[in-house]
């Protein structure tokens, strides 16, 4: 073999998806560890005062994309109607710092008005990433990127088979993971609606 092939032979493809390779990420999850009592990581860690800061902290090792969350339970309060001003205050930041962020609708929460285990859970989630897709395009941001259920099988055991967290059950992980799969498909073809 060459030297002209081994050095031809080294030459890979280097994907752009995101802006880095490498990414950031914050914990978002905002699960129900007991019957009304939300664990809300934006909030316990700090991150919702300081967006900006841990935004730019990120920024200056140069990791340029990073995981965040939406939390749903503070934007859908009230079924059907859209809540923002917990979100947006992200939006913005990231923007300010040329962050580019992977959403999670749906991180081990959920509304409190919502029973996970009926149809309407899946047709309020679409229209919520449906909300959130087109709040993204009044936003400006052209190529925004979304997780809609975050750690489906996870989120299937503890919450539906060992009642570690909402909904609480034991027994039932396949059928919550059916049901969050159902949710997660639904809110991809209401996103791609939009984008």
């Not at 909030?43 to 902290?57: N, P, Q, T, V």
């Not at 449906?130 to 052209?142: K, N, P, T, V």
């Not at 299937?156 to 949710?183: C, I, M, T, Y």
Request: with cysteine.
């Amino acid at each position: 073999m060459s030297h002209q092939s081994l050095t031809d032979a080294r030459q890979r493809y280097h994907p752009s998806l995101f802006r880095s390779f490498f990414q950031g990420s914050f914990p978002c999850s905002t699960a129900c560890r007991t019957p009304g009592k939300r664990l809300d990581m934006v909030i316990s860690s700090g991150h919702d005062m300081l967006l900006e800061k841990d935004y730019a902290a990120l920024a200056e090792q140069h990791l340029l994309t990073a995981r965040d969350g939406a939390r749903w339970h503070l934007i859908e309060k009230i079924p059907g109607q859209y809540d923002w001003q917990s979100f947006l205050p992200m939006v913005d930041a990231a923007r300010r710092q040329q962050m580019e962020i992977i959403w999670e609708l749906a991180h081990f929460g959920y509304p409190d008005h919502l029973n996970i285990w009926k149809a309407e859970f899946v047709d309020h989630f679409s229209r919520f990433a449906r909300a959130m897709a087109q709040l993204m395009r009044d936003q400006g941001i052209e190529r925004p990127f979304f997780t809609p259920v975050n750690q489906i099988s996870f989120w299937s055991w503890a919450g539906a088979d060992v009642a570690w967290f909402n909904p609480h059950a034991a027994q039932r992980g396949k059928e919550l993971k059916r049901q969050l799969v159902r949710a997660s498909l639904a809110a991809i073809h209401a996103i791609r609606e939009v984008y």
